[in-house]
Nanobody, 119 residues
């Protein structure tokens, strides 16, 4: 499975972005992680093949993950951007059924990352 991310950029606080992750196959779980400079990578949102969505507490209410199975694409809508959201955002995919959505070792495939900068 190959993952291609897009949609990052530089925005002002309060703005919105939509990140996209297109997979070459149809993995079971897809999630977005982010990593800010000097910080550990953290999972922020995930979705399984049944369209069950999961969110980290820190982003609930601002992030929305969705999945278009016909396009093998997962979207992450981010509203109310804050400078603390500045990070490289990575898409990750797993072919395993179930599993801890926000544990990086659950995922076998990773995208190259897309930068989100909020000022």
């Amino acid at each position: 499975v190959q993952l291609v991310e897009s949609g990052g950029g530089s925005v002002q606080a309060g703005g919105s972005l939509r990140l996209s992750c297109t997979a070459s196959g149809s993995p079971y779980g897809i999630a977005w992680f982010r990593q800010a400079p000097g910080k550990e990578r953290e999972g922020v949102a995930g979705i399984d093949r049944d369209h069950n969505a999961y969110y980290a507490d820190s982003v609930k209410g601002r992030f929305t993950i969705s999945r278009d199975t016909s396009k093998n694409t997962v979207y992450l809508q981010i509203n109310g951007l804050d400078p603390v959201d500045t990070a490289t955002y990575y898409c990750a995919a797993s072919s395993w059924y179930g599993g801890p959505m926000f544990t990086s070792t659950y995922y076998q495939y990773w995208g190259q990352g897309t930068q989100v900068t909020v000022s």
